[in-house]
């Protein structure tokens, strides 16, 4: 069993930034993908960003340039650093990392962005 803990949401004002890490602890075999995603009132689940063991990101195009993924493998933890936020950004975002193909979800943590 693998749980994620992902602590570093809260209130900002737009322009500002907040930094997310999520660890993921248990009985962690190869995990591959780590990524983020969220999901804001009244809309469906969407990918943040992603990485992969090697590195490679990808990211949503609302957040490119503005968002950046990162992770230490040693850690088995992932980041996501934002900055520049708008409202729009506002939403509960979720850790999700893959472990030998099986997915698994963290409970998620509010981030709220004003105007």
């Known amino acids: 069993q693998v749980q994620l803990v992902e602590s570093g949401g809260g209130l900002v004002q737009a322009g500002g930034s907040l930094r997310l890490s999520c660890a993921a602890f248990g009985s962690i075999l190869s995990i591959n993908f780590m990524g983020w995603y969220r999901q804001a009132p009244g809309k469906q689940r969407e990918l943040v960003a992603r990485?992969?063991?090697?590195?490679?990101?990808n990211y949503a195009e609302s957040v490119n340039g503005r968002l950046t993924i990162s992770r230490d493998n040693a850690k088995n933890t992932v980041y996501l650093q934002m900055n520049s936020l708008k409202p729009e950004d506002t939403a509960v975002y979720y850790c999700?990392?893959?472990?030998?193909?099986?997915?698994?979800w963290g409970k998620g943590t509010l981030v709220t962005v004003s105007a």
């Open positions: 999700n990392v893959d472990s030998i193909g099986i997915p698994y």
């Open positions: 990485i992969t063991g090697g590195g490679s990101t």
